[in-house]
């Protein structure tokens, strides 16, 4: 079940997706799409919480989701599209960071910061893709925590910076789960 919290960030995250729903054509390899990790996912029939348990690179972001009591939230019916970043980039958050947020008195902030990771909706890596071509090489878009992010491409390779100006990479691009589609960062994006 969706937190009303949640639940109405979600609704709000929907309203301005309506750019991302463009119709799908861009070159594959635009958006490092790995069709190995997306046929995985789609016949063991796994949500996202699920998928992320099963990669061996998501540990702490599971834990954090764990911490976080959002769970049942994200193996809920969304359908969500999630910037999961690997463990790599928590340890390179400064040190104490992931501890810090994984304190029970940090929940609210832990849950602000993994929502910032969350987009309402199915989007494939085609039509964030899309999104950015045609709106001159950046497009800004909200997560479910009510905060931007903007992709852009380097190359064929989508980049996202966060409020704080940090700017991660998609290693990996549209791993398919039940309940929407998870894109594989190289950074943890940090809210304003």
């Given at each position: 079940?969706i937190?009303?919290?949640?639940?109405?960030?979600?609704?709000a995250?929907?309203?301005?997706?309506?750019?991302f729903?463009?119709?799908?054509?861009?070159p594959?390899?635009?958006?490092?799409?790995s069709?190995h990790?997306?046929?995985?996912?789609?016949?063991?029939?796994?949500?996202?919480?699920?998928t992320?348990?099963?990669?061996?690179?998501?540990?702490?972001?599971?834990a954090?989701?764990?911490?976080?009591?959002?769970?049942d939230?994200?193996?809920?019916?969304?359908?969500?599209?999630?910037?999961?970043?690997?463990?790599?980039?928590f340890?390179?958050?400064?040190?104490g960071?992931?501890?810090?947020l994984?304190?029970?008195?940090?929940?609210?902030?832990?849950?602000?910061v993994?929502?910032?990771?969350?987009?309402?909706?199915?989007?494939?890596?085609?039509?964030?893709?899309?999104?950015?071509?045609?709106?001159?090489?950046?497009?800004a878009?909200d997560?479910v925590?009510?905060?931007?992010?903007?992709a852009?491409?380097?190359?064929?390779?989508?980049?996202?910076?966060?409020?704080?100006?940090?700017?991660?990479?998609?290693?990996?691009?549209?791993v398919?789960?039940?309940?929407?589609v998870?894109?594989?960062?190289?950074?943890?994006?940090?809210?304003a």
């Amino acid at each position: 079940m969706i937190s009303p919290k949640l639940k109405a960030a979600s609704f709000a995250a929907m309203a301005t997706m309506g750019a991302f729903a463009l119709a799908a054509g861009a070159p594959a390899a635009a958006h490092n799409h790995s069709s190995h990790a997306g046929h995985g996912a789609e016949k063991s029939q796994k949500t996202i919480v699920g998928t992320a348990m099963g990669t061996g690179m998501h540990s702490t972001l599971v834990a954090a989701v764990k911490a976080a009591d959002l769970v049942d939230t994200l193996s809920g019916p969304g359908p969500f599209t999630v910037f999961a970043p690997v463990d790599s980039a928590f340890a390179a958050l400064p040190d104490g960071t992931v501890d810090t947020l994984l304190q029970p008195a940090q929940k609210g902030t832990l849950t602000k910061v993994l929502t910032y990771h969350v987009v309402a909706g199915r989007v494939p890596a085609t039509q964030l893709v899309q999104a950015i071509r045609k709106n001159g090489g950046s497009y800004a878009f909200d997560t479910v925590a009510g905060e931007k992010l903007t992709a852009r491409l380097d190359g064929e390779t989508v980049t996202i910076t966060d409020a704080a100006g940090r700017t991660s990479r998609v290693s990996m691009a549209d791993v398919k789960a039940t309940n929407g589609v998870i894109h594989v960062t190289d950074g943890v994006f940090l809210p304003a």
